[in-house]
Every structure is written in C-alpha cells, then in structure tokens.
C-alpha cells in the first residue's frame, strides 16, 4: 500500500527526511511539509513516523 502524508500533521520538521533509508521523504518548497515523492518504493519500516 502507497503511503502519504497527513498534511494537517505534519510540522515540517524534516525528521522523516533525515531517518527515512529510503531517501524518498523531502520537504515541499511551496507547502513546507513532508511529501512522500516515491510512495511505491517506500519499504514501510515507519521510521518516518517514528522520527
């Protein structure tokens, strides 16, 4: 299953893109939130929703 991000939740922090092993959380310039910009590759480990 893809994975998203809540927007309403997300701070803009940036933690999820510093842990994610992945490399595919990245803060959005315009919005700045956490966007998932390869939610197919994501290997769910929750590591960003733990960050």
Do not use: L
Request: proline fraction near 6%; glycine fraction near 4%; charge should be negative.
């Amino acid at each position: 299953m893809p994975t998203f991000v809540y927007m309403t939740r997300c701070d803009g922090c940036g933690h999820c893109v510093d842990i994610c092993p992945s490399d595919i959380m990245h803060i959005d310039k315009i919005t700045r939130r956490a966007v998932n910009i390869e939610p197919n590759m994501c290997w769910e480990c929750y590591a960003c929703v733990k960050a």
